[in-house]
C-alpha cells in the first residue's frame, strides 16, 4: 500500500512543505492529498486522523503519524537509504539537535513572516525577536556548513531531513527580502534550485484559496 501525505495549502502551510520535500528529493513515492485551510472538510476529515486537527499526517496503512519531524524519523526508519539523516554519527547527532531546535523555536519570527509562496518580494522591517531569530539561524547554518557539509551545498552536504526541516525559513527569508550574509544566501539559493521546491512552489503559486491569517499586507493580497 503507497503512502499518503496529507497537506495544507501549498502556498502557506510550512510544515506539510517540510515532509513533502524531503519524500520528493530523496525519491520516497507517495500520494498526496491536500486539503485547504478552513474548510469544513479539513476540520474534519484532519481532525479525525490526527486529533490535533493540523497537517501533515502520513499514512502507511493501519500506521498514522502527525508532527512534521515525527513523520520525517519514521521515514528515515523505513527508507534507510535515503539518507535523511547524515551517516556519521557526530553529524547524524548535530542534525537532529538543529532539527529540533527548529520544530520547537524560532516562533517570533514565524509569527512575523508567515510563508507565503504567492506574496511578491517585498522587505518586512523586523523586530528585535524576529531578527535575534535571524540570528541565531544564520549562526547554525554557518556552523553546520562548516563542520558537516564539505560534501555538498547543504547543511550536511546532501540535502536531508534537516533541510526540509528549514525548507520553511529559507522561504519566509526570501519571500520578506531579509537581509542575510552571503553563505546564508548560498544556501538558500541551494534549496530554491531544488527541483522538488520547484515543483512545490510551482503549485503554490496557482492556488486561488486567500487565508488572510498569512496574509502580511491583509486587506490586500498581494500576488507576484
Known amino acids: ?12 502551510s510550512s510544515w506539510s512543505l517540510r ?9 520516497i513515492a507517495f500520494e498526496e492529498v491536500l486539503i485547504p485551510f478552513d474548510t469544513a472538510e479539513f476540520k474534519q476529515y484532519v481532525g479525525d486522523l490526527s486529533g490535533t486537527g493540523k497537517v501533515p499526517v502520513l499514512i502507511d496503512g493501519d500506521i498514522k503519524i502527525w508532527e512534521s519531524l ?12 535515503a539518507g535523511l539523516w547524515p551517516k556519521d554519527v557526530a553529524a547524524r547527532a ?15 519570527l514565524r509569527n512575523h513572516l508567515p510563508v507565503n509562496f ?9 523586530p528585535p525577536e524576529a531578527a535575534a531569530n535571524v540570528k541565531r539561524i544564520e549562526t547554525l547554518w554557518a556552523d553546520c556548513r562548516a563542520r558537516f557539509g564539505s560534501g555538498g551545498p547543504f547543511l550536511f552536504g546532501a540535502f536531508g531531513a534537516a533541510d526540509a526541516m528549514y525548507a ?3 522561504s519566509r527569508l526570501h519571500t520578506y527580502d531579509v537581509d542575510v550574509g552571503a553563505g ?15 515543483q512545490w512552489s510551482a503549485a503554490a503559486v496557482k492556488e486561488t484559496w486567500v487565508f488572510a491569517e498569512d496574509e502580511v499586507d491583509w486587506p490586500k493580497v498581494l500576488r507576484a
Open 118 to 126: 504567492a506574496r511578491p518580494v517585498i522587505k518586512r522591517a523586523l
Open 168 to 170: 520553511p525559513v529559507v
Open 1 to 12: 500500500m503507497a503512502l499518503k501525505l496529507i497537506i495544507g495549502n501549498k502556498n502557506y
Open 94 to 108: 548535530h542534525a537532529r539537535v538543529v532539527a529540533n531546535e527548529m520544530h520547537a523555536g524560532f516562533q517570533p
Open 19 to 27: 515532509p513533502w520535500i524531503a519524500m520528493t528529493a530523496a525519491g
Open 184 to 198: 546564508t544566501r548560498i544556501y538558500m539559493d541551494a534549496m530554491m534550485a531544488l527541483p522538488a521546491w520547484r
Open 70 to 81: 515525527a513523520i520525517l524519523e519514521y521515514l528515515a526508519e523505513k527508507f534507510p537509504d
